[in-house]
């Protein structure tokens, strides 16, 4: 009987034991928890104060007193035209009268090297089915709709 009680015994201990180590470790886990809760509560009021911030400097009256303060700016009178006399001179043109269009040649390269026939993938590959068979495939499958 002796022996039966030190296994008894021995089996409280250990029990005992784990339990007190199950224990530990969700406390450990609960304050890790509460731990990262305290953090994210703290960026988002950081994030909060940042974003008032940017509220208080992205404010129109403030930024108008800015431009109105550093910037020499006048009011646009709708008034406001001029002569076609004071316009700049045209720019030169660098392509020789006669000279094939340069932009309308790459458009046209760009339009060749995209040719409908090339296949992107989305369809299927075209077969080399004689003329004779696809007829017959197109009738077998919507031939009743006449």
């Not at 400097?57 to 007193?65: H, I, K, V």
């Amino acid at each position: 009987m002796r022996l039966l009680h030190f296994v008894v015994i021995g089996m409280l201990i250990f029990a005992a034991s784990y339990v007190y180590r199950i224990k530990m470790e969700s406390t450990a886990r609960v304050e890790r928890v509460l731990r990262l809760n305290a953090e994210i509560r703290e960026q988002r009021d950081a994030i909060a104060r940042l974003r008032a911030q940017w509220a208080k400097l992205d404010a129109p009256l403030r930024l108008q007193g800015l431009v109105e303060r550093h910037l020499p700016l006048k009011p646009i009178n709708a008034n406001q035209y001029d002569s076609l006399k004071n316009l700049p001179e045209r720019p030169p043109n660098f392509a020789r009268p006669g000279a094939r269009d340069p932009i309308g040649a790459m458009i046209n390269t760009i339009e060749a090297a995209a040719a409908p026939d090339s296949t992107t993938g989305s369809i299927a590959a075209p077969t080399d089915q004689p003329a004779t068979d696809q007829a017959t495939d197109s009738d077998q499958a919507g031939g009743d709709q006449q």
